[in-house]
């Protein structure tokens, strides 16, 4: 069966966003469609306590409030941080950690504590002298229980593994003996398997995609997730298919709406107005104020894809979230307007879910829509259900793509 999952959030311990009531999360993910998600930020001890207080486990594995069959399951991202031989700065990349019940999240801190990391943020560090420091320590985690999954956090961001913060030219410069392990990337919001794809190292890895959100939004939870194909409902089978890449589709951005897509520098930057942006593959130097760029993520795939010839197998749907999708439909910003949400409730009431809307038939919208919504707004929503837009300007330096339909 099919299995609708994001498995990468953070509550209001990462970042400051303040309280992200669960049952809030548990109301979107029903609207969107999401069965499962990821708590985020289990192993921060007020967390922790949260979750204890308020979860119970549902099916192996997977948590619910009560009365309630939205399902959580345990999962924090951290940040490993290490010194590798050759390069100056330390290297960084975030993970995505998830575990099978509480008592190995309790391990996991304690296992913190062992190794003098500072476990008080959402997204806690953790840094080791050298790789091998580094890959002792991911066998460590990995040895709490058999189901612990260690998953590479969207891999091409600047924070991620591949990014170009980094700059490195093969995941294994990182990992040494633990890249045995890792079975699983994340694709992350501005790169798309068949991007990912032409990495010669990650082409036969599975790759999943998740929100990383902080808030209990409607263009937020879900708005990446990965459609996974399991015997039954159970956090081992979630697993299972993570490791056998068992993945039915994912959902993605298009990654030019992603903020790193693009290489290029933003207009409020010292010595810019207005923003300049690199079609030139071997220009480095910005030509406005002089300084370095950071290679976007479609420079990077191109560095690290070479010759490779790339097989492209997976399946994706690139998407916009739907209540995006309505505002931009009847030309207005805000996503919370009366009229939005009103034609949101027209959709749901029809399909359920957003995903089953997205996964209908594009002849049942107009079919099942046309008395009811305008013509415009409906050929704007097949038009999205299509595929049929991009995003010109695409994201640059930390600002989003510019959304056009075609
Ligand atoms: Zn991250
Ligand atoms: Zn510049």
New binding site residues.
């Given amino acids: 069966m099919n299995l609708a999952v994001d498995l990468h959030s953070h509550s209001g311990h990462a970042g400051g966003v303040g309280d992200i009531p669960l049952k809030s999360v548990s109301q979107t993910m029903k609207t969107k469609g999401i069965q499962v998600f990821g708590t985020g930020d289990v192993i921060f001890p007020t967390r922790t306590k949260e979750l204890w207080g308020q979860l119970q486990e549902m099916k192996e594995g997977l948590f619910s409030l009560p009365n309630d069959d939205s399902l959580f399951a345990l999962q924090t991202e951290i940040i490993l941080s290490v010194k590798l031989k050759g390069y100056k700065q330390k290297i960084m990349a975030h993970h995505v950690v998830l575990f099978p019940n509480f008592m190995s999240v309790e391990r996991m801190q304690c296992l913190m504590h062992k190794w003098g990391q500072k476990n008080t943020i959402g997204r806690p560090f953790i840094v080791s002298e050298d790789m091998q420091e580094q890959s002792d320590r991911l066998f460590g985690i990995k040895a709490i229980h058999p189901l612990v999954e260690i998953i590479p956090a969207h891999v091409m961001t600047p924070d991620g593994i591949l990014g170009s913060k980094n700059n490195l030219s093969s995941i294994s410069e990182f990992y040494g003996e633990f890249i045995s392990e890792i079975d699983v990337i994340e694709t992350g919001l501005s790169a798309d398997p068949f991007m990912l794809e032409q990495v010669p190292e990650l082409a036969n890895k599975t790759m999943i995609s998740n929100s990383d959100c902080h808030s209990a939004a409607l263009n937020r939870i879900g708005r990446e997730f990965t459609m996974l194909n399991v015997e039954e409902i159970s956090y081992r089978e979630i697993i299972y298919a993570l490791r056998r890449n068992n993945v039915a589709f994912t959902a993605e951005f298009n990654p030019g709406e992603g903020r790193y897509y693009s290489t ?2 933003r207009a409020d ?1 010292p ?2 107005s207005e923003a ?1 942006i690199s079609s030139k593959q071997d220009e480095t130097i ?6 370095p ?1 950071l290679p976007g993520v479609e420079r990077r795939i191109k560095q690290l894809a070479g010759d490779y010839k790339a097989k492209h197998t997976r399946k994706f749907h690139h998407l916009l979230p739907l209540v995006e999708a309505v505002a931009l439909t009847l030309g207005v910003k805000s996503i919370t307007t009366a009229k939005v949400a009103k034609i949101m409730n027209i959709i749901l009431s029809i399909w359920g879910t957003e995903i089953n809307f997205w996964l209908s038939p594009i002849g049942e919208i107009e079919q099942k829509l046309g008395n009811i919504l305008d013509d415009n707004i409906i050929e704007a929503l097949v038009k999205i259900h299509r595929g049929s837009f991009t995003f010109g300007p695409a994201g640059f330096d930390g600002e989003y793509g510019v959304l056009k339909l075609i």
Wanted: with cysteine.
């Fill in positions: 290029g520098h930057r010595g810019h300049y910005c030509p406005v104020c002089n300084k760029f």
